[in-house]
């Protein structure tokens, strides 16, 4: 079945680097937009940005550009986010997610929604 | 950028009960690009309704959606144990944010 599995809880001091990978199967990974979403506890979802498996093309919310990596490695059907100069308000699940495709008589219409979540990825920043 | 606000924060109902949840919008957004999410406490959230009115795959029938320009409806009909969690809409739109979601609605057991 199609599935996004996420690599595990990471604790982090202020000011260094987490990198959290997204291994797909089930489907075809370069056809389908990854996006990298997170959740801090007890509040609402934020978007971070998107990669496209296929070209490698990426955007980012303006929040956290230049802090945040998005990078693939097809062989493994495998999509990370690499988020830097951690800070405490970091502190989050973050989630992939693929972007939703539909077929219609025979044809891929695409949609800005997500579709296929993978499981989270705790991220706690602490000194 | 486009705000997202939803209504009301908390809805308490009992089961076999209809719920009607709102998600407005700043400005106009485009059916094709509103979509609804559940999400339970612990888990990933999983796509309820696109294009605004569209059931995901394995989406129960008693799930709707409806809405247009800056108004939005989520309507669960008849209310099952299984259905009570957060709802958030979540809309497309240009930068800085591309993808933005509203602050979700709880629908509690009451």
């Known amino acids: 079945q199609v599935q996004l599995m996420q690599s595990g809880a990471e604790v982090k001091k202020p000011g260094a680097s987490v990198k959290v990978s997204c291994k797909a199967s089930?489907?075809?990974?370069?056809?389908?937009?990854m996006n990298w979403v997170r959740q801090a506890t007890g509040q609402g979802l934020e978007w971070m940005g998107w990669m496209n498996p296929n070209s490698g093309n990426t955007g980012y919310a303006q929040k956290f550009q230049g802090r945040v990596t998005m990078t693939r490695n097809t062989s493994i059907s495998t999509a990370y986010m690499e988020l830097s100069s951690l800070r405490s308000e970091d502190t989050a699940v973050y989630y992939c997610a693929r972007r939703l495709q539909v077929s219609v008589a025979g044809l891929r219409k695409y949609y800005y929604c997500m579709d296929v979540w993978g499981q989270g990825t705790t991220v706690t920043v602490s000194s | 950028e486009i705000v997202l606000t939803q209504s009301p924060g908390t809805l308490s109902l009992s089961p076999g009960e209809r719920a009607t949840l709102s998600c407005r919008a700043s400005q106009s957004v485009s059916s094709a690009y509103l979509a609804w999410y559940q999400q339970k406490p612990g888990q990933a959230p999983r796509l309820l309704i696109y294009?605004?009115?569209s059931r995901a795959t394995g989406i129960p029938d008693r799930f709707s959606g409806s809405g247009s320009g800056t108004d939005f409806t989520l309507t669960i009909s008849r209310l099952e144990p299984e259905d009570f969690a957060v709802y958030y809409c979540?809309?497309?739109?240009?930068?800085?944010?591309?993808?933005?979601f509203g602050p979700g609605t709880k629908v509690d057991i009451k």
């Open positions: 979540q809309q497309y739109g240009s930068s800085p944010s591309r993808f933005t």
């Open positions: 089930g489907y075809t990974f370069t056809s389908y937009d």
């Open positions: 294009g605004a009115s």
